[in-house]
């Protein structure tokens, strides 16, 4: 069996301003591919797009890891797929319930969000933020403000260890960065896809011209295709789409 990767040097910190800035920080200073950084406490946790990410000391698997991809893989899709069926693989295992990946790689369970994920490049280096509420309370959570969140111990009615949830998501985030660098892009790309469970179901597209509606046809790492109700098949870039929502 190959020596582990990403997970290979753990820096595990106790309060820290994001995990994202310390992995920079710690790339900036030549820290190897794979190193990974964990905190109980996040002073200013981040989202995509500014939106701030919430997590109360020691209840959550705070992870940001360092990866330096070949040019080949340097793909924002890819990284992003390989790190929602990591996190994917990781809550499914632990809370045995079932899973839902929201494109592009919000984690949902029980109809709550459990897990997101940021992914942030500088030059050549991309870190993987993966946030996973574990033992905050339902109260706890509605309490933050965080109506739409759920954690494990929410979904499941028992507490977890942080730092075994942590180990098996180093695990899983190794196992799919390995088939990112084997070239085994179509089979990360099967895994979130069917983990997104919309393919031939009828979907709402949000893109900077407005919203789309039809059957998922097909989606990869570059586009989506839809079939309208006029039974048109419509393309879109998945760089310019905003949000894929399941038509109910
Ligand atoms: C995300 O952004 O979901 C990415 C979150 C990534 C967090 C990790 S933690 C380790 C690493 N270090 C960081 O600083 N960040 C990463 P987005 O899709 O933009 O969702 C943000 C929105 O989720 C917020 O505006 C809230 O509505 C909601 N939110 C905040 N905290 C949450 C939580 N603990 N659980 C569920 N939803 C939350």
Sequence with gaps: MQAPLIGRHVVRLESVTSTNDVAFELAERGALEGTVVLADVQ???????????????????????????????????????????????????????AVLITWPNDIYLSRGKVCGILIEQRHSVWVIGIGINVNQTALELRASALPEAISLRAACNREFSTEIVAADLMQHLDSQYNEVLRGNHEHVLQKWVTAMRI????????????????RLLAIDFDELKLETPAGRAVTFNLNHVQAILPVV
């Design 43 to 97: 002073t200013r946790g981040r989202g995509r797009q500014g939106r701030p990410w919430h997590a109360a000391p020691h209840t959550s698997v705070l992870l940001s890891a360092i990866l330096r991809p070949l040019p080949s893989c340097q793909r924002p899709t890819l990284l992003t797929a390989m790190a929602a069926v990591a996190a994917y693989e990781t809550i499914a295992s632990h809370s045995g319930l």
């Design 199 to 214: 393919l031939g179901s009828q979907v709402e597209v949000h893109h900077p011209d407005g919203e789309a509606i039809g």
